[in-house]
């Protein structure tokens, strides 16, 4: 049993009435000491929708269960790691969640997870939900009210937090220390953390127990008029033991009289007058078991002896002679001799010539297991009478032996007789005979294996190789994809086969051809292109952090200024943290990254606030960040940043992404307001921006759930299922749909548009399968879907931004994936399938 346990108390406020339970807040206890929740820790959960509650009580209900079951179900035996891909999770979930329903629907919640593990506590936080901790004899707060500290200086309290739900990235707060006897925590929701300051929390946090906190929690929230309220509150406290699992039986009063009445008997009667007798019940004492005793057997009657019937036969008694020796003792036989000869000797003497030593019992008379091992017996004796031969030499004293340290010499097996050595020659043949059949045996066998297992893989290589010409004469697009799977599952087979291997070189050049023949129809059929040549440019300088905005200069033909010459050197990136979100320039052809743009750094007399969005202007590369007084814009000029405050952006409520593009030295911002994209005039970026959207031209499309915004003198809005909707002059134009491909697409993030507004392609990042897919910009035809081979050491599981390079003989595409930054020529896109009808018109 440990020593120490967690006391929790719930607390619910719902319209001013206090409740014990909150279906806010979930305890995990484990259910037996081998359980999951035994092993990695009790784990409590408080979440709250950011907006409003009855809206997203589903959302909640399915964070909660999402992040309990993930975080016991992670195979990582870190408790970080498992909470941090739990909360992952939870998001992932909880944003496809928010697509599937209407917009009237969707929320996000804040999230607070604590888990217990013995003396270790482990916190991981999405705002807005509040934690205070109280650790040696300290109060902290995840995170940190600004009222708490007044000479607070971090831009983190201008920062809006991003719920669960909100986007596909979440960075949430960890936070893991020990907790001693009486030390608690206090985990709250968003509306009532504003109302503690930091002694009230104190105060609170060091009542005597959980039920207390909860208590004074209710009339904290009373004297406050707060109505609606959650919280949780932890306290580690002593375990106490448990009753035994026999407890002392209670004696009734009457017997306990009777007891004492007679012990006072026993002691001197006194106790006999003052209680009144009783009947007395006689009993006797329990014997021991006694065994009966057999019966005596009378001795046997053998009548009259022998003298006595001699003697009434005759009337005369019997002769001496008759007892003649039986009153005389037997005389002792002499002890045994000690034999002090030779064993050897006197074996062989009593063995040969007259009888062999091994004596060999009838063929028929031996069972089944002695006929299996007769020949292996037989073949022991003859090396045991070829060993006997090697024997010490006779004749010699123990006296001579002793002194002779050890020296034992031996006589040759010329000296037997020629019988035995026939017999040892005849046992080491049939012994020899033996060993060579068994061997031939092993390898025969072995030879029958490996011939099965060749005939198994050429019958799957020849399945495979016709499966695959019977894509090449398939009729229609729909059966060539069918069987192309079919063949993928063949080529999938000969894969996991421990034949094909590079040591065996008949089976892996044909599995080679194979597997590019498979790989052209695939490229055919699903226009899939491989990338081949992925060269990592720049790992992120800070472990843990993640790049996540890429800007990708034009080529250097365009300039002339030395300055602009310099700054497409470079590729720009921002890292994945809101709070202390900073750009860095990565050289072209790969580097260490500079940080070129610090928050907390100070341009004209402005300290620069968390990085929000970047892209390129004319020549050179301008960012926004988010400060106390609003969004800034910032952009060089002869080498050094300046620095804008931009109109209206005081009153901006980012729901969460911001895009920047430029365009003919315009700024466009989309999320900075909902349904709204505002445009600045070059060189007006103090003024109010213009609504460029007219709500009259857009059909009552909502254009709320778009995710990226791309710009070629028309504006392009990204929708998650891959559709792009083509705005003009403020209304909507067209919609372009990308054409139905394998596998399907599902959710993108983030697009590149290429070109002017009648040429050039659209490219899409779909992170989910790892890809990035060419369409035509008029059609939405699918030109190519480009990924990595099946098989490779390189996963491109962490795409989050993408751009294209234009410039050169061909393309070049740079990609984010986590902390690293990548680039690759573009593929060649792949020639369209054509059927075997096609083919033979054309021929």
């Given at each position: 049993?440990?020593?120490?346990?967690?006391?929790?108390s719930?607390?619910?406020?719902v319209?001013?009435?206090q409740?014990?339970?909150?279906?806010?807040?979930?305890?995990t206890e484990?259910?037996s000491?081998?359980?999951?929740?035994a092993?990695k820790g009790r784990?409590?959960?408080?979440?709250?929708?950011?907006?409003d509650i009855?809206r997203g009580?589903?959302?909640?209900?399915?964070?909660v269960?999402t992040v309990?079951?993930?975080?016991?179900?992670?195979?990582s035996?870190?408790v970080t790691s498992?909470l941090?891909?739990?909360?992952?999770?939870?998001?992932r979930?909880l944003y496809?969640?928010?697509?599937?329903?209407?917009s009237h629907?969707?929320?996000?919640?804040?999230?607070t997870?604590?888990?217990?593990?013995?003396?270790?506590?482990?916190l991981a936080?999405v705002?807005?939900?509040q934690a205070?901790?109280?650790?040696?004899?300290?109060?902290r707060?995840l995170?940190t009210?600004t009222?708490w500290d007044?000479a607070?200086?971090s831009?983190?309290?201008f920062v809006q937090?991003q719920p669960?739900?909100?986007?596909?990235y979440?960075?949430?707060?960890l936070?893991?220390?020990?907790?001693?006897?009486?030390?608690?925590?206090?985990?709250c929701?968003?509306?009532?953390a504003?109302?503690l300051?930091a002694a009230d929390?104190e105060?609170?946090l060091?009542?005597?127990n959980s039920?207390?906190i909860m208590?004074?929690?209710?009339?904290f929230?009373m004297?406050h008029?707060?109505?609606?309220?959650h919280?949780?509150s932890?306290q580690l406290?002593?375990?106490t033991?448990?009753e035994?699992?026999n407890?002392?039986?209670?004696?009734?009063?009457e017997?306990?009289?009777?007891?004492f009445?007679?012990?006072?008997?026993?002691?001197?009667?006194r106790a006999?007058q003052?209680?009144?007798a009783?009947?007395?019940?006689?009993?006797q004492?329990?014997?021991e078991?006694v065994?009966?005793?057999?019966p005596e057997?009378?001795?046997?009657?053998?009548?009259?002896g022998l003298?006595?019937?001699y003697?009434r036969a005759?009337?005369?008694?019997?002769?001496?002679s008759?007892f003649?020796g039986e009153d005389?003792?037997?005389?002792?036989?002499p002890?045994?001799?000690i034999?002090?000869?030779?064993?050897y000797?006197?074996?062989?003497a009593?063995?040969?010539?007259y009888?062999p030593?091994?004596?060999?019992?009838?063929v028929a008379a031996?069972g089944?297991?002695?006929?299996?091992?007769?020949?292996f017996?037989?073949?022991?004796a003859g090396?045991?009478?070829?060993l006997?031969g090697?024997?010490?030499?006779?004749?010699?004293?123990?006296?001579?032996?002793?002194s002779g340290?050890?020296?034992?010499?031996?006589?040759s097996?010329?000296?037997?007789?020629?019988?035995?050595?026939?017999g040892?020659?005849q046992?080491l043949?049939?012994?020899m005979?033996l060993s060579?059949?068994?061997?031939?045996?092993?390898?025969?066998?072995l030879?029958i294996?490996?011939?099965?297992t060749?005939?198994r893989?050429l019958?799957?290589?020849?399945?495979?190789?016709e499966?695959?010409?019977?894509?090449?004469?398939?009729a229609?697009?729909e059966?060539?994809?069918?069987r192309?799977?079919?063949?993928?599952?063949?080529?999938e087979?000969?894969?996991n086969?421990?034949?094909i291997t590079d040591?065996?070189?008949?089976?892996?050049l044909?599995?080679q051809e194979?597997?590019?023949?498979?790989?052209?129809?695939?490229?055919a059929?699903?226009?899939?292109?491989?990338?081949?040549e992925?060269?990592?440019?720049?790992?992120h300088?800070q472990?843990g952090r993640?790049?996540?905005r890429?800007?990708?200069?034009p080529?250097?033909?365009n300039f002339?200024?030395?300055?602009?010459?310099?700054?497409?050197?470079?590729v720009?990136?921002l890292?994945?943290?809101?709070?202390?979100?900073q750009m860095?320039?990565?050289?072209?052809?790969g580097?260490t990254?500079?940080p070129?743009l610090?928050p907390?750094?100070?341009?004209?007399?402005t300290i620069?606030?968390?990085?929000q969005?970047?892209?390129?202007?004319?020549?050179n590369v301008?960012t926004?960040?988010?400060?106390a007084?609003g969004?800034g814009?910032f952009?060089?000029?002869?080498?050094?940043?300046?620095?804008?405050?931009?109109?209206?952006s005081?009153?901006?409520?980012p729901g969460g992404?911001?895009?920047?593009?430029t365009y003919?030295?315009?700024l466009?911002?989309?999320?900075a307001?909902?349904?709204?994209?505002l445009?600045f005039s070059?060189g007006?970026?103090?003024d109010?921006?213009q609504?460029?959207?007219?709500?009259a031209g857009l059909d009552?499309?909502?254009?709320?759930t778009?995710?990226?915004?791309?710009?070629?003198?028309?504006?392009?809005?990204l929708?998650?299922?891959?559709?792009?909707y083509?705005?003009s002059?403020g209304?909507?134009?067209?919609?372009i749909?990308?054409?139905?491909?394998?596998?399907?697409?599902?959710?993108?993030?983030?697009?590149?548009v290429?070109?002017?507004?009648?040429?050039?392609?659209?490219f899409?990042?779909?992170?989910?399968?790892?890809?990035?897919?060419?369409?035509?910009k008029?059609?939405?035809a699918?030109i190519?879907?480009?990924k990595?081979?099946t098989?490779s050491?390189?996963?491109l599981?962490s795409l989050l931004?993408?751009?294209?390079e234009?410039?050169?003989?061909?393309p070049?595409?740079?990609?984010i994936?986590?902390d690293?930054i990548?680039?690759?020529?573009?593929?060649?896109?792949?020639?369209?399938?054509s059927?075997?009808?096609?083919?033979?018109?054309e021929?």
């Amino acid at each position: 049993m440990p020593k120490y346990i967690a006391s929790t108390s719930q607390f619910r406020l719902v319209s001013g009435m206090q409740q014990s339970t909150s279906d806010l807040i979930l305890l995990t206890e484990p259910r037996s000491p081998l359980s999951p929740e035994a092993r990695k820790g009790r784990l409590y959960i408080l979440v709250e929708a950011d907006q409003d509650i009855a809206r997203g009580k589903d959302a909640c209900q399915l964070a909660v269960r999402t992040v309990s079951k993930a975080f016991y179900t992670n195979d990582s035996y870190s408790v970080t790691s498992s909470l941090r891909g739990a909360l992952a999770e939870a998001n992932r979930a909880l944003y496809q969640h928010n697509f599937k329903v209407p917009s009237h629907k969707r929320a996000s919640v804040g999230i607070t997870c604590a888990v217990l593990k013995e003396h270790d506590l482990y916190l991981a936080q999405v705002a807005p939900t509040q934690a205070y901790i109280l650790q040696q004899g300290k109060v902290r707060a995840l995170p940190t009210p600004t009222g708490w500290d007044a000479a607070h200086l971090s831009t983190a309290p201008f920062v809006q937090h991003q719920p669960l739900g909100h986007s596909l990235y979440i960075d949430p707060e960890l936070y893991r220390c020990q907790l001693q006897p009486h030390e608690s925590v206090l985990i709250c929701s968003s509306n009532l953390a504003p109302l503690l300051s930091a002694a009230d929390v104190e105060r609170i946090l060091r009542l005597s127990n959980s039920a207390a906190i909860m208590t004074h929690l209710d009339t904290f929230c009373m004297q406050h008029g707060l109505t609606e309220a959650h919280a949780l509150s932890m306290q580690l406290v002593p375990a106490t033991r448990a009753e035994p699992a026999n407890p002392p039986r209670t004696v009734p009063k009457e017997a306990r009289a009777r007891g004492f009445a007679g012990l006072g008997k026993l002691v001197g009667g006194r106790a006999a007058q003052e209680t009144p007798a009783q009947p007395r019940r006689v009993t006797q004492p329990p014997s021991e078991y006694v065994p009966p005793r057999a019966p005596e057997v009378p001795p046997i009657n053998l009548g009259e002896g022998l003298e006595e019937q001699y003697s009434r036969a005759s009337n005369r008694p019997l002769p001496p002679s008759s007892f003649l020796g039986e009153d005389t003792p037997l005389p002792r036989l002499p002890a045994p001799a000690i034999d002090l000869s030779d064993p050897y000797l006197k074996q062989a003497a009593t063995t040969h010539p007259y009888r062999p030593r091994h004596q060999r019992r009838p063929v028929a008379a031996m069972g089944i297991g002695e006929r299996l091992l007769y020949p292996f017996a037989w073949a022991g004796a003859g090396v045991q009478d070829f060993l006997g031969g090697l024997r010490p030499r006779a004749g010699r004293s123990r006296r001579s032996a002793a002194s002779g340290a050890g020296k034992l010499r031996f006589v040759s097996s010329a000296n037997q007789p020629e019988e035995p050595r026939r017999g040892v020659a005849q046992s080491l043949l049939v012994f020899m005979l033996l060993s060579g059949l068994v061997v031939m045996l092993i390898l025969y066998g072995l030879t029958i294996s490996q011939r099965a297992t060749d005939d198994r893989t050429l019958g799957y290589l020849d399945a495979a190789e016709e499966r695959m010409l019977l894509v090449q004469q398939s009729a229609s697009q729909e059966e060539a994809t069918e069987r192309l799977e079919q063949a993928a599952r063949a080529i999938e087979e000969l894969r996991n086969s421990p034949q094909i291997t590079d040591t065996n070189p008949s089976f892996w050049l044909r599995f080679q051809e194979l597997q590019t023949s498979y790989e052209e129809a695939e490229a055919a059929i699903h226009l899939v292109s491989y990338i081949d040549e992925l060269n990592v440019i720049a790992q992120h300088p800070q472990p843990g952090r993640n790049f996540t905005r890429l800007v990708v200069p034009p080529p250097t033909s365009n300039f002339t200024d030395t300055a602009a010459i310099n700054a497409v050197q470079y590729v720009y990136a921002l890292d994945g943290s809101r709070e202390t979100a900073q750009m860095y320039r990565i050289p072209r052809e790969g580097g260490t990254p500079e940080p070129h743009l610090t928050p907390g750094a100070t341009v004209q007399s402005t300290i620069v606030g968390p990085l929000q969005a970047a892209a390129w202007r004319l020549d050179n590369v301008v960012t926004i960040d988010q400060g106390a007084n609003g969004f800034g814009y910032f952009f060089q000029a002869g080498g050094n940043w300046n620095h804008i405050r931009l109109g209206g952006s005081e009153v901006w409520t980012p729901g969460g992404r911001i895009d920047l593009e430029t365009y003919e030295g315009n700024l466009y911002v989309w999320g900075a307001e909902q349904n709204e994209i505002l445009k600045f005039s070059s060189g007006r970026y103090g003024d109010i921006p213009q609504l460029w959207l007219d709500p009259a031209g857009l059909d009552g499309r909502d254009l709320n759930t778009s995710v990226d915004m791309a710009i070629d003198g028309q504006i392009y809005l990204l929708q998650p299922d891959g559709r792009v909707y083509v705005l003009s002059q403020g209304a909507f134009v067209r919609e372009i749909v990308p054409e139905q491909i394998t596998p399907p697409i599902s959710i993108v993030t983030r697009f590149v548009v290429t070109g002017a507004a009648d040429t050039g392609f659209i490219f899409l990042l779909d992170a989910l399968h790892e890809r990035v897919i060419q369409i035509d910009k008029q059609t939405g035809a699918v030109i190519q879907q480009m990924k990595m081979r099946t098989g490779s050491s390189i996963r491109l599981n962490s795409l989050l931004d993408f751009g294209i390079e234009m410039g050169g003989n061909r393309p070049i595409l740079y990609l984010i994936n986590g902390d690293q930054i990548m680039k690759t020529p573009l593929s060649v896109p792949p020639e369209p399938f054509s059927t075997a009808g096609a083919a033979s018109t054309e021929e």
